[in-house]
């Protein structure tokens, strides 16, 4: 049985029943469980419910209080969902920041002591969610079940966007979501040792960030060596083009100042796999070759660069489920080989 986070408490004031059971569910007929939380002050909600041809019911016994309730869904594969995990907590966050700050987590589908890939989703920083949107040609969560049936967790944080949310405060999310991974992943069987960092676009702007300003990580309480491996894919590697454009300066007006990764080039950081597409966006392939050839002139020998043939800006991303995509076996090579005491290594 796969137990529910306890600590912080899962966020129910806008919990829906029906909306959970679509989004981890996935058409009719799925298999799903519901697991209460318990706390020492209280019995809480005790819940049932019948599922046949796509219909849920549900019947309920309120004892003392309403208790958190997590999703666990059974996918194709034997995958297995958890959806809407709230990573943040508190009585200061705004109604935006309780919306937008909270994770899916896709579990392999067996075994223990397997490796976390917290992956942050594209978008320019600017739009995008863990579940997908119509118009996104980057399926993320295709790619979270992917690598899931490979024998690796994955963790799929949204994040505030812009203009609602100005920076720092998607890096500050960002950290926040590596922090409930660091600090939740072991219960459901993850090694804490074997926790890595990745995402696409913005989403690779963001672990960068994670990476490369280690203040981020440090207030959340995670120390930056505890983080395996970093991969971001197709990130900017300079100041990003909307903080630009929150700064009311023009897009294309190059910036390398404390919102760049480029910024902090050192020798003592993780390992980083740094994937860009031979085809990518404008300017894009040369940042990313740009930090690969400065971090390894500071004396960095972890870090390694790998331009990814016939592939776009969206493709690097959008083919990573496939078993003969060369970045996913990049990436599969590099989790393996620094896990730390590998017990399950990844498969294709």
Not at 128 to 155: C, N, Q, Y
Not at 232 to 240: D, F, Y
Not at 253 to 275: E, F, G, N, Q
């Amino acid at each position: 049985m796969i137990l529910p986070n306890l600590s912080p408490a899962r966020d129910t004031s806008s919990w829906s029943a029906d909306a959970h059971v679509r989004s981890a569910g996935h058409g009719r007929g799925c298999a799903c469980s519901l697991l209460t939380g318990s706390r020492s002050h209280g019995v809480g909600l005790r819940l049932s419910r019948i599922v046949h041809r796509g219909s849920v019911f549900w019947s309920a016994a309120l004892l003392l209080a309403v208790l958190p309730v997590w999703l666990v869904a059974q996918t194709p594969g034997g995958v297995r969902v958890l959806t809407d995990i709230a990573y943040k907590q508190g009585a200061a966050l705004t109604d935006y920041e309780r919306a937008r700050c909270r994770l899916d987590v896709y579990l392999p589908p067996a075994g223990k002591g397997f490796a976390t890939l917290v992956w942050f989703h594209g978008g320019g920083l600017q739009k995008g969610d863990k579940a997908g949107t119509p118009e996104d040609s980057v399926k993320t969560p295709l790619i979270a079940r992917s690598f899931a049936r490979a024998g690796i967790a994955v963790v799929v944080p949204n994040y505030r966007l812009s203009p609602q949310a100005k920076f720092p405060a998607y890096v500050e999310d960002a950290a926040a979501a590596v922090a409930w991974a660091q600090a939740n992943m072991t219960q459901h069987g993850a090694d804490p040792a074997k926790l890595f960092v990745g995402g696409h676009s913005a989403g690779g702007y963001l672990a960068f960030m994670l990476g490369m300003d280690v203040r981020y990580l440090t207030a959340v309480g995670v120390k930056p060596a505890a983080i395996a491996g970093y991969i971001p894919v197709s990130g900017q590697t300079m100041t990003h083009y909307t903080v630009r454009e929150e700064r009311g300066l023009a897009k294309n007006s190059v910036t390398a100042d404390a919102a760049a990764p480029v910024h902090y080039i050192r020798k003592d950081t993780p390992p980083m796999l740094v994937l860009y597409a031979d085809r990518d966006m404008v300017a894009r392939a040369e940042e990313n070759a740009y930090f690969v050839a400065m971090m390894q002139g500071a004396g960095n020998k972890g870090v390694v660069g790998e331009m990814v043939a016939d592939r776009n800006h969206g493709t690097i991303a959008s083919k990573l489920d496939q078993p003969d995509d060369p970045g996913r076996r990049a990436m599969l090579n590099f989790i393996r080989v620094n896990s730390a005491s590998p017990s399950t290594p990844p498969t294709r």
